[in-house]
C-alpha cells in the first residue's frame, strides 16, 4: 500500500485546511479491514494519533484534542482519505502522516507507531498565532 499526503501549508490561527491522503496497491484484493487516518508529530515530541476511519463502514475516532474542530472522511471510488481541520491553533502545528493498518480503530489508536503497517511520507502543517 502507498499513502501520498497533500494539502498541508501555512495558515493564521482560525484558519482551516483540508488534508488528503492518496491510497494505491492492493488493487487485487481492496482495503478491507483496514483503518486509515492521520498522527502528526511536533518537533521534539512523539508521534501522536489524531484521526482514524475504517475503509469499509467509515466508522471514526478521533483524539480528544481535535474533537469539534477536525473531521475525518474517506471516498472509496477516489481511494482517499481526508482530513478537514478548522479552527487551527498554534499547538497543531506539525507534519500530519497517513497511515494505514490493518485491524480496527482501536488498534489503530493505540498501537505503537512503529508498528504500524505503511506511512505515507508526511505533510507539513504550520499555523501562526
Not at 484534542?65 to 472522511?73: E, H, N, Y
Request: charged letters at 20%.
Amino acid at each position: 500500500v502507498q499513502l501520498v499526503e497533500s494539502g498541508g501549508g501555512l495558515v493564521q490561527t482560525g484558519g482551516s485546511l483540508r488534508l488528503s491522503c492518496a491510497v494505491s496497491g492492493h488493487s487485487y484484493s481492496g482495503y478491507g479491514g483496514y483503518a486509515m487516518g492521520w498522527f502528526r508529530q511536533a518537533p521534539g515530541k512523539d508521534r501522536e494519533f489524531v484521526s482514524a476511519i475504517t475503509w469499509y463502514g467509515g466508522r471514526t475516532s478521533l483524539a480528544d484534542s481535535v474533537k469539534g474542530r477536525f473531521t475525518i472522511s474517506r471516498d472509496n471510488a477516489q481511494n482517499t482519505v481526508y482530513l478537514q481541520m478548522n479552527s487551527l491553533k498554534p499547538e497543531d502545528t506539525a507534519i500530519y502522516y497517513c497511515a494505514a493498518n490493518f485491524g480496527g480503530l482501536e488498534y489503530f489508536r493505540t498501537r505503537d507507531t512503529k508498528e504500524i503497517d505503511y506511512w505515507g511520507q508526511g505533510t507539513q502543517v504550520t499555523v501562526s498565532s
